[in-house]
C-alpha cells in the first residue's frame, strides 16, 4: 500500500508499519493533501484486518513538526477555517476507532498536530535522545490545538497537566513527557521497533491519569480551576494581544465535561482566532523565522572546533553557548579570574538546560580554558570578543592571521566598528566577517552576519550555516554603524531617557512600551543591558548618525551609576530585580509617550531599508522581532506600518516633529513606500 506521503508495509506477524515521508519536503508537516491520504491510507489498512498498526517517521529530521502553519498564511474565512478541523477531527477519530492497537513510534519532534495525532493512537513510544521534543506550541501561533489536542490530552494527561503545557506552548523532552504520561515507553533508539511491536501484542491498559490528576476537571472545582489559570497567565501576557490563551481557559471551562461539545466548540474556536489579525501576524513571524533558518542552507560549512577571544561576559557566554551546542570550545583570556569567572557561569546554563549531571559533565569537558591560545590552529571558527578598540583588534588579527586555518571562519562580535576598517590589516581582508551576539546570549535567538563591501559572500554564507549548526538565527547586514538592531533600538533608547529627564516616572514610559507590546520597557532594558553599553553605543551612532546623547544618560555613567549590574540605575535593583516606585504624575499623558517611542523607532527602521542595511523589508521586520523583542502580534515595524496606513504614521511624525523638533524629521525613505493600511 503506498501514496505520494504514505507508505504501508505488513510484516510477517501481521503487524502495519505505516511510513509518513511528505514528498517534496525535508519535514513531516500535516497539509490538507496529506490528511486526505491519510484518511485514504487509514481505510485501506482496516480491510486488510492486521493485528495492530505503527505510525513512524521516514524522515531522519523528526516525526511531525505540526500542521502546514504556511497554508494559513491570509486565510479570513472561519468557515473554511472550521471546514478544515472538522476533516482533521474525522480523520483523527477514524484512527482512533480502529479495531486493533496503534502505536505511535516517535522520533525527535513531534509537535502540534502530530502530537494530536500521536494522542489518537492508543500507545506512544518515545526515543530517549535529547532530540527528543513533544508539545502542543500552538498558543506561539496564536492559536491552540485544533485537531482534537485539548479533548485527548487533558484526557490522557489530566486537566492541569495539559492546560499548563498547551498554555505556555512548552515542548517536553522525553523523560518529562514519560513522567506526565502523554508517552508511555522511552527507550533507545535500537529498541524503537521492538517496543512498539510488544506493545500491540501485548495489549496492556491504556494509561488514565490518577484520580488526584482529574480532580480539577470536576464541575465543582473547573470555575476556580479556570479563574487561577486565568490570573495566571494575565501575570505574563495581555488579553487584547494574545486572547488564544484566555479562549482556550474558557473553552476547558465550559466544556470539559462533555467531550462531543468540546470537540465543537475546539473546531469554533480555533478557526476564529486562526482568522484573527494577531495569529496572522504570529503566522508570518514563525515563516520570518523559517526564512532566517533558510539562510544558513546557503553552504554545506560544519564546524567542530570553535576559539573564543576574550572571556568576559559576552565571549565567555558565546563560548559556552557554543560548547552547549556539542561543539569543542577553546575559551582564551589574558586574566585567569576572567577564564574562571566563564567556566563558572557555563556551568551554571549547563546545568539549567541538560540536567542530567552526565550530560553537564560531558559538556564542560567540551569547554576549555585557554589563557595561551592554543586552540587557535586546530579551531574551524575563531571569534574575536575583545573590548571595542580599533587598534587592539588589529594587533590581535595581525597576531593570529598567519597561524589559523585559512579555510576557517575570522569573526568578530563589534558592535559598533566598522570591518572595512578592522579589516584593513589582514592579508585577506575579504575573510573578516562579524559575528555580532546580543546579550544574554542563552536567550537572544539572532545573530547578525556583518559583511563589508569587499567580504567574500561564500564565508558569510558559511558563518550563516555556523549560527545555524549552533541553533541561533542569522540575520545578514551591511556594516554600517550599529548595523541594524543596535541602530534601530538606540533612537527608542534616547526618547525614553529624554521622557525621563522632562518629568515622566520611568515606571510610566515602561509601562507605555509594554502595553503596546515590547516585551520589557525601554529604562528597565537600559538598566538591563548597561547604561555604560547604552552610553558608548549612542556616542559611537552620534559621530555618523543624527544622534544627541542625553546629558542625563553620560551624568549617570560618569557617577558610576551602570543600572542592574551596579544595583542602581533608573531603577534601585535589589536581587537582580527592579525595585519600581508607584508613579506619580505625568507632563505626558502615555498616548503621547507611546507615540514617541515607537515612532523613533519606525523612523529608524525606514532610514535602515533605505540604506541598504538589510535587503528587505521582511529581514528588518525579523532582526527587529528575533533581535529586541518587537512586539510578535504586530509582525514587525514594517508589517505595523503598513497595517496602521503609511500616511498616517507620516503624519504622526509630522505632528510631532512640530512639537518636539528636529529629531521626528521623517527620514526620506517614507515616501518610497506604497500608501498602504
Known amino acids: 500500500m503506498s501514496q505520494q506521503h504514505w507508505n504501508t508495509e505488513i510484516d510477517d506477524q501481521g503487524i502495519a508499519w505505516l511510513a509518513f515521508d511528505k514528498a517534496d519536503s525535508a519535514t513531516n508537516v500535516l497539509s490538507e493533501e496529506v490528511l486526505e491520504q491519510l484518511n485514504t491510507e487509514l481505510i485501506s489498512i482496516a480491510s486488510h484486518h492486521p493485528i495492530g498498526m505503527v505510525l513512524y517517521s521516514a524522515k531522519r529530521s523528526g516525526f511531525i513538526a505540526g500542521a502546514d502553519v504556511k497554508s494559513f498564511i491570509g486565510m479570513s474565512d472561519s468557515g473554511e477555517a472550521e471546514s478544515l478541523m472538522l476533516k482533521a477531527h474525522d480523520i483523527f477519530n477514524r484512527a482512533e476507532a480502529l479495531p486493533f492497537p496503534t502505536v505511535a513510534m516517535i522520533k ?52 492541569m497537566a495539559a492546560m499548563g503545557m498547551m498554555l505556555s506552548g512548552r515542548v517536553l523532552r522525553g523523560r518529562a513527557a514519560k513522567k506526565t504520561g502523554l ?139 557554543c560548547a552547549l551546542r556539542g561543539l569543542t570550545v577553546s575559551l582564551q583570556d589574558m586574566s585567569i579570574e576572567s577564564l574562571g569567572k566563564a ?59 598567519p597561524i589559523i586555518k585559512p579555510n576557517a571562519i575570522l569573526a568578530t562580535n563589534t558592535s559598533s566598528i566598522p570591518l572595512d576598517e578592522l579589516s584593513t590589516c589582514l592579508q585577506r581582508p575579504e575573510r573578516l566577517i562579524g559575528l555580532h551576539f546580543f546579550n544574554p546570549v542563552p536567550m537572544m535567538q539572532l545573530v547578525e552576519i556583518v559583511t563589508a563591501e569587499n567580504t567574500d559572500q561564500s564565508i558569510a554564507d558559511d558563518g550563516a550555516a555556523f549560527i545555524r549548526q549552533i541553533d541561533r538565527l542569522p540575520l545578514p547586514v551591511r556594516s554600517t554603524p550599529g548595523f541594524l538592531v543596535n541602530r534601530i533600538l538606540m533612537p527608542y533608547l534616547i526618547e525614553a531617557v529624554i521622557l525621563e529627564s522632562e518629568g515622566v516616572p520611568a515606571i510610566l514610559i515602561d509601562e507605555a512600551a509594554v502595553e503596546f507590546g515590547m516585551p520589557m520597557g525601554p529604562i528597565e532594558l537600559a538598566d538591563t543591558v548597561g547604561l555604560d553599553i547604552c552610553l558608548s553605543v549612542a556616542q559611537n551612532l552620534s559621530q555618523t548618525l543624527d544622534i544627541t546623547v542625553p546629558e542625563p544618560l553620560r551624568a549617570m555613567v560618569d557617577a558610576g551609576t551602570l543600572g542592574k549590574k551596579t544595583g542602581s540605575g533608573f531603577y534601585q535593583y535589589k536581587k537582580g530585580k527592579a525595585q519600581k516606585p508607584r508613579a506619580g504624575s505625568s507632563p505626558v499623558d502615555k498616548d503621547s509617550i507611546t507615540q514617541r517611542l515607537i515612532l523613533r523607532l519606525l523612523n529608524e527602521s525606514i532610514a535602515c531599508l533605505r540604506e541598504g542595511v538589510v535587503t528587505s523589508e521582511d529581514l528588518l521586520d525579523a532582526g527587529i522581532i528575533f533581535g529586541t523583542g518587537f512586539a510578535p502580534f504586530r509582525g514587525g515595524p514594517m508589517h505595523y506600518i503598513h497595517q496602521a496606513g503609511v500616511e498616517e504614521v507620516s503624519q504622526s511624525l509630522k505632528s510631532m516633529k512640530n512639537r518636539y523638533g528636529e529629531r521626528f524629521e521623517a527620514d526620506s525613505g517614507w515616501v518610497e513606500l506604497p500608501r498602504t493600511g
Not at 527528543?132 to 490545538?145: A, C, D, M, S, W
Not at 586546530?378 to 594587533?395: C, G, R, S, Y
Open 108 to 159: 525527535g519532534f513531534c509537535l502540534g498536530g502530530g502530537t494530536e495525532l500521536a494522542l489518537a493512537f492508543n500507545y506512544r513510544v518515545a526515543c530517549d535522545d535529547p532530540g527528543t521534543r513533544i508539545g502542543l506550541p500552538e498558543v506561539k501561533l496564536g492559536i491552540f490545538p485544533g485537531f482534537g489536542g485539548t479533548v485527548r490530552s487533558i484526557r490522557r494527561m489530566g486537566p
Open 183 to 321: 508517552v508511555d515507553a522511552l527507550v533507545p533508539e535500537r529498541h524503537l521497533r521492538r517496543a512498539a511491536r510488544q506493545l500491540i501484542i501485548e495489549k496492556p491498559a491504556e494509561f488514565a491519569p490518577p484520580w488526584t490528576a482529574r480532580l480539577a476537571g470536576h464541575w465543582l472545582l473547573r470555575p476556580l480551576m479556570s479563574y487561577i489559570l486565568n490570573r495566571q497567565v494575565s501575570k505574563k501576557v495581555r488579553m487584547d494581544h494574545y486572547p488564544a490563551p484566555f479562549a482556550l481557559i474558557n473553552h476547558w471551562a465550559e466544556y470539559a465535561a462533555e467531550p462531543v461539545e468540546m470537540y465543537a466548540s475546539e473546531a469554533r474556536e480555533v478557526s476564529r482566532l486562526l482568522t484573527g489579525e494577531t495569529a496572522q501576524n504570529l503566522i508570518r513571524v514563525f515563516t520570518l523565522q523559517d526564512d532566517l533558518k533558510a539562510l544558513g542552507r546557503k553552504s554545506e560549512f560544519h564546524a567542530d572546533r570553535v576559539h573564543v577571544i576574550g572571556g568576559g561576559v559576552m565571549g565567555g557566554d558565546i563560548a559556552a553557548w
Open 343 to 401: 567556566i563558572k557561569r557555563a556551568n551554571t546554563l549547563f546545568k539549567r538546560r541538560l540536567r542530567d549531571p552526565r550530560l553537564v559533565q560531558a559538556a564542560m569537558d567540551r569547554l576549555i580554558a585557554d589563557p595561551r591560545g592554543s586552540g587557535l590552529r586546530q579551531a574551524d571558527v575563531i571569534i574575536e570578543a575583545i573590548f571595542e578598540n580599533t587598534e587592539a583588534k588589529q594587533n590581535l588579527y595581525r597576531g593570529i592571521e
